[in-house]
């Protein structure tokens, strides 16, 4: 009796085991039947940066949530769109054309007997490479496909490089020129040959960023989701975690030399602003003309500077965003963090193409700045502006007075062929 009473109760725990384990199975089943999602009412094709609408998962990479927070975005990204695709190509025409005359007015021999001329030449002629090869050729991409750049794999790699080349080289440019003005300051009597250790430095400055450049050839960067919505000429792997270190090259490390050199710029100024203002009573007359270079690098420097941060600080989060805190769409139905990560990432994307575009400016008001702080810049400008001026106007009058001399000598030569005819007449 006892034998059968346990194995009655056995019996009675296994059926109750197997009953539990059958309503656990019903409610799983039941909460997954609740969460299953409807269809989505806003059809694929509004994310129009998808070019390829037939990939497989696009409903689940993309779900409904973030399809209705990108049509609440357009209004945000059609105008990022309108600045990069249609104001942006005036920039670089306007660009183009004032370093062009920079160069040239830099190339007087008033100005260009100091190394700051030829920072500012090199400035110049980096700022013209970085709106040619790198926005007004990513302008043109964003319009059409460029065809020989798909078609050609060196030319597609050294179109990568260029873009690069050009806008880190005018940065690096910047802090050079920063560096060498606050030497040439706090150490007056250290630097022989300036000229010499500018060309020096210039040199070595454009081999390293071109070697850094290089390394478009292996990784994207920006270039695989670039603002200008256009289609890599070639298929290549983003940066990843590398990103850090560009960006850190790029921007950060920049920015640090450029504030602190700034900084102790003006210091020293300032320092020595008090000091002649207490020696002479004709101060005025003497700081601007030993602070002019001075004036003239600090604008260049802090305008750099105030463009560059922004685009800095957006960079960063967007790559902390990308890198470090990335989602990934979930298949049970929970994905709350991956829509309100994908989201702030297209948040982050078009903030970035707005700053990106104000960065734009730095590369084309160089000449307002050299017009407005340096006096022999203007001087020589405003002398040229005179000297073509004057030789417009005198052209103008010479080919007047040739015309009323044509003009007179024609009325000379009818007047006697009227005469002889009269004559002729009479006799």
Not at 51 to 63: A, C, V, Y
Not at 368 to 389: A, D, E, M, P
Request: aromatic share 14%; with cysteine; glycine share 2%.
């Amino acid at each position: 009796m006892i034998l059968i009473h346990n194995k009655s109760i056995r019996a009675l725990i296994f059926v109750a085991s197997i009953l539990s384990v059958n309503s656990n199975e019903l409610f799983l089943t039941y909460n997954a039947s609740l969460r299953i999602v409807p269809k989505c009412p806003l059809p694929i094709t509004v994310l129009d940066f998808i070019r390829n609408t037939s990939q497989p998962d696009l409903e689940t990479k993309w779900p409904c949530e973030v399809r209705s927070y990108w049509l609440s975005l357009q209004p945000f990204v059609k105008f990022v769109r309108f600045l990069l695709r249609y104001v942006t190509p005036f920039i670089i025409i306007l660009g183009v054309l004032l370093n062009t005359v920079s160069f040239s007015m830099l190339s007087a021999p008033v100005l260009c007997d100091s190394n700051l001329s030829l920072y500012l030449s090199a400035l110049a002629i980096s700022d013209n490479g970085a709106l040619i090869f790198n926005y007004a050729v990513n302008v043109a991409k964003s319009h059409s496909t460029i065809t020989f750049l798909q078609n050609s794999k060196f030319l597609c790699g050294a179109n990568s490089v260029s873009m690069e080349f050009f806008q880190f080289t005018s940065t690096w440019l910047i802090v050079a020129l920063t560096w060498t003005r606050v030497i040439a300051v706090m150490f007056p009597f250290g630097a022989r040959d300036q000229n010499r250790s500018a060309i020096t430095i210039i040199t070595s400055l454009v081999c390293i960023s071109f070697t850094i450049s290089l390394t478009k050839l292996y990784s994207g960067g920006y270039e695989t989701d670039s603002v200008f919505e256009f289609v890599p000429c070639q298929k290549m792997k983003p940066w990843g975690s590398a990103m850090y270190f560009y960006i850190a090259l790029s921007t950060w490390l920049p920015l640090l030399f450029i504030s602190i050199g700034n900084l102790l710029l003006f210091v020293r100024m300032r320092r020595s602003y008090k000091i002649h203002n207490e020696l002479t009573h004709n101060f005025r007359y003497r700081s601007n003309r030993t602070n002019n270079s001075s004036r003239t690098l600090l604008a260049v420097s802090i305008v750099h500077l105030i463009l560059l941060l922004p685009l800095g600080i957006v960079e960063t989060l967007e790559l902390y965003w990308d890198v470090i805190l990335i989602k990934h769409p979930s298949n049970t139905g929970d994905n709350e963090r991956y829509i309100h990560w994908l989201q702030e990432k297209m948040l982050l994307k078009w903030c970035h193409g707005l700053l990106f575009h104000i960065y734009h400016w730095n590369f084309a008001i160089n000449f307002f700045l050299y017009y407005l702080t340096g006096n022999k810049f203007r001087n020589v400008v405003t002398q040229t502006l005179k000297n073509y001026t004057h030789l417009s106007c005198h052209k103008t009058v010479v080919r007047s007075k040739q015309f009323n001399n044509v003009a007179n000598n024609s009325i000379i030569f009818n007047n006697r062929n009227n005469c002889n005819e009269r004559d002729s007449n009479v006799a």
